[in-house]
C-alpha cells in the first residue's frame, strides 16, 4: 500500500536532481563492499517505483574525502569489523551534525565493532527503538509491523535504532533485519518474493524519509 503525502517544494527540487546512495569504505578489516548488487536493485526499485526518476547510482567513498559531504544519504554495512580513524570519526560527527544521514545495516557480525565507532563519533548520545508508529515507516509505503525481517542472526527481533542531532535523525541503525540481503539480486539468497519487496519497498521509506525529514 502507498501513502501518499504533500511533498514540499524543496523536495520537488531534490526529485529532478540526480541522486546517489554513497557507500562507505572504511577499515579494519571488514567487508565493507559486500552484497554488491543491493544498492543498485534499490535504486532501480526507487525509480521504477516513485517519482525520483533521478536515482542512479551507488558512489563509494571514504569519510575523509572531500566530497563526502555532498552525498545526503551515507550507507555502511558488512560482516566484520568496522574501524574508522580519527579524522573519519571528526568528518562523520560533522557532516552528521550539518544535515547528513548515515543508514548502517547490520549484517551479521558488524554489530559490536559498529555500536563502537558511532559511540566515539556521538560519545554523550544512545540509539532509541523507533517505534512501528514513527513515520519513517510511512513516509511512502505503509509498513504497519515496522522494519521487516529478511535473514535471521541471533533469534532477536528487528529493530529500528536511532540517534538523534537537535530532534533530526542523522543515524538509522536497521539491527536484525538485513535490509542490504533483501535488496540483492533474487538467486543470491533465494529469498520468498514478498520478503524482498518488503526489504525494499523499506529501503525507499528510509530514502525518503531522510530526504524530507
Given at each position: 500500500?502507498?501513502?501518499?503525502?504533500?511533498?514540499?517544494?524543496?523536495?520537488?527540487s531534490l526529485l529532478s536532481q540526480e541522486f546517489s546512495i554513497a557507500r562507505i569504505q572504511y577499515g579494519g578489516g571488514g567487508d565493507w563492499y559486500c552484497d554488491p548488487s543491493s544498492l543498485p536493485n534499490?535504486?532501480?526499485?526507487?525509480?521504477?517505483?516513485?517519482?525520483m526518476s533521478q536515482a542512479s547510482k551507488e558512489v563509494r567513498i571514504k569519510l575523509t574525502d572531500s566530497n563526502a559531504k555532498q552525498f545526503p544519504y551515507l550507507y555502511i554495512?558488512?560482516?566484520?569489523?568496522?574501524?574508522?580513524s580519527n579524522n573519519?570519526?571528526?568528518?562523520?560527527?560533522s557532516i552528521l551534525s550539518n544535515g547528513g544521514f548515515l543508514h548502517a545495516d547490520d549484517n551479521y557480525g558488524m554489530d559490536k565493532s559498529f555500536r563502537r565507532e558511532i559511540k566515539k563519533v556521538f560519545?554523550?548520545?544512545?540509539?532509541?527503538?523507533?517505534p512501528h508508529s514513527h513515520p519513517i515507516f510511512s513516509s511512502y509505503y505503509k509498513l504497519k509491523n515496522g522494519l521487516p525481517k529478511v535473514h535471521e542472526h541471533d533469534n532477536r527481533?528487528?529493530?529500528?535504532l536511532g540517534i538523534f542531532e537537535n530532534?533530526?535523525?542523522?543515524?538509522?541503525?536497521?539491527?536484525?533485519?538485513?535490509?542490504?540481503?533483501?535488496?540483492e539480486d533474487a538467486t543470491v539468497h533465494n529469498d520468498p518474493p514478498e520478503i524482498r519487496d518488503a526489504?525494499?519497498?523499506?529501503?525507499?521509506?528510509?530514502?525518503?524519509?531522510a530526504l524530507t525529514q
Open positions: 500500500m502507498k501513502i501518499y503525502v504533500f511533498i514540499p517544494i524543496l523536495f520537488c534499490l535504486l532501480a526499485y526507487l525509480k521504477a517505483n516513485t517519482s554495512t558488512g560482516h566484520g569489523n568496522i574501524r574508522f573519519e570519526i571528526i568528518a562523520l560527527r560519545p554523550n548520545k544512545k540509539f532509541v527503538e523507533l527481533p528487528p529493530q529500528a530532534n533530526k535523525l542523522v543515524v538509522l541503525y536497521t539491527y536484525e533485519s538485513d535490509l542490504g540481503d533483501g535488496w526489504a525494499l519497498k523499506m529501503g525507499v521509506n528510509i530514502i525518503y524519509y
